[in-house]
């Protein structure tokens, strides 16, 4: 009866075994970068099995053992960094806080008591100090689970390292508060009176302050990152953005301000924009967003600054329309001829992008400008010299001035904009489609 009553039970927990559904693993597209990145979903269990659980940690311990399955977070990472307090108010508090701890009750000897007391207040020092430390690392991103975008703003904006360089060094400065906390509440445990307990924590106290008085830097420069990274502008991958780009001064920010909520800096010298700079369009009762860049110089990749590379990475990773804004006027810095390399080499690059030539300060040009055309001249040539004269074939002309072609940019841009949301929509459907393959 027993050898049949054990059988019953073993079928029984086989039958619910069979009865867990496998947990749901989604593998998604990053719409920017390639690759997938995994998703596990929370899958509720209808079967009362004990093993459930389980089941669900196995299929994340599944998911970390695959190198191949990395996951990256989407854009926004940013803003939800923790606040970090500067190291000289993490510092006081501490002190306060544990300045403010009482002896165990019921110690009626009084060495005993003060021993207690300093012990305490030590150890209570060290955990102040250290607990925010420990959650700052903690907390803050591993880059390498960043957006590619946001991997590249850390970099071009910190320097590459320096951000994985500070979170070592506040980790670095929490185990040495651990390590003298411990030591010093170890030697006011074992005081033999009062004064010697007294003693021992005031030293305690003394050097906790001053290991976190001559390391506490590296919490001040991570309060620095932390702003810097939340400032920076947020992009919504779902969102059709427009993003200008052309070389330094050609009227990129002035364009901006006509065409969107943005207000950039301008100015007349290179480099106005000395960031990813953020508005928003609009039109027709939809939302877009519009992004003004750095300007590019005519040079080689490895030979440009922080300023242009960021530039090149939102047109990298981000989803993004391209509207090119020139400047055949001669008063941005850059020779039209060296715009003209700068804009084939970047429609070259890319090309898949949707894109829209503009002609900016076209009060400043001749009327009705005339391409003179020779016979001996080659292809190449005569495509410069129209460049010169005309700007790209079906550029638009415009000047904010007086304001000249700029209804019609409005309406190109909103043409360019409803295609660009439809190029994500449909990317979206071929990932949900992948998904449910």
């Not at 200008?244 to 480099?271: D, Q, W």
Request: aromatic share 6%.
């Amino acid at each position: 009866m027993g050898v049949m009553s054990m059988t019953m039970r073993i079928c029984l927990s086989h039958l619910q075994l069979r009865q867990i559904p496998r947990p749901k693993i989604h593998l998604r597209k990053s719409r920017s970068s390639p690759g997938l990145y995994a998703s596990p979903s929370i899958t509720e269990y209808r079967s009362s099995c004990f093993c459930s659980q389980q089941v669900q940690t196995a299929a994340h311990g599944v998911l970390q053992n695959k190198p191949m399955v990395k996951e990256i977070e989407s854009v926004g990472a940013f803003q939800k960094l923790p606040m970090v307090m500067p190291s000289i108010d993490i510092l006081s508090s501490a002190s306060k806080k544990a300045k403010r701890v009482s002896a165990t009750k019921g110690i009626s000897n009084i060495a005993k008591r003060e021993r207690n007391k300093a012990a305490k207040q030590l150890d209570a020092l060290m955990k102040e100090l250290a607990v925010p430390l420990r959650d700052y690392v903690a907390n803050f991103p591993n880059r390498k689970c960043l957006h590619p975008y946001e991997r590249s703003l850390i970099e071009l904006t910190l320097g590459d390292g320096n951000y994985e360089k500070v979170l070592k060094n506040v980790d670095a400065l929490r185990k040495k508060v651990v390590s003298a906390g411990k030591e010093h509440a170890s030697l006011c445990a074992k005081s033999l009176s009062k004064r010697e307990a007294e003693e021992r924590l005031s030293e305690g106290f003394q050097r906790l302050e001053e290991v976190f008085n001559h390391e506490g830097k590296a919490v001040d420069d991570l309060l620095n990152i932390a702003k810097t990274l939340r400032a920076m502008p947020v992009v919504d991958l779902e969102t059709p953005t427009l993003c200008l780009v052309g070389a330094p001064n050609v009227g990129k920010s002035s364009l901006v301000r006509v065409i969107s909520t943005g207000k950039p800096e301008v100015c007349n010298y290179p480099f106005t924009t000395r960031g990813i700079l953020m508005g928003h369009i609009n039109l027709g009762y939809q939302n877009f967003q519009i992004t003004d860049t750095p300007g590019l110089l005519q040079r080689r990749d490895e030979d440009r600054n922080n300023l242009e590379k960021l530039t090149l990475a939102v047109l990298t990773h981000l989803p993004t329309a391209i509207l090119f804004v020139h400047d055949l006027s001669g008063e941005c810095g850059t020779s039209p001829s060296d715009q003209f390399t700068i804009y084939k080499e970047i429609k070259e690059r890319f090309s898949d992008h949707i894109w829209l030539d503009v002609v900016s300060k076209c009060d400043l040009l001749q009327t009705s400008p005339v391409a003179y055309v020779t016979e001996d001249e080659d292809s190449e040539h005569l495509e410069m010299a129209s460049y010169q004269k005309l700007g790209p074939d079906g550029a638009i002309r415009v000047s904010v001035m007086n304001e000249e072609g700029l209804n019609e940019l409005k309406d190109r841009v909103y043409q360019m904009l409803v295609a660009q949301m439809d190029r994500i929509k449909s990317r979206s459907n071929e990932d949900n489609a992948e998904v449910a393959a």
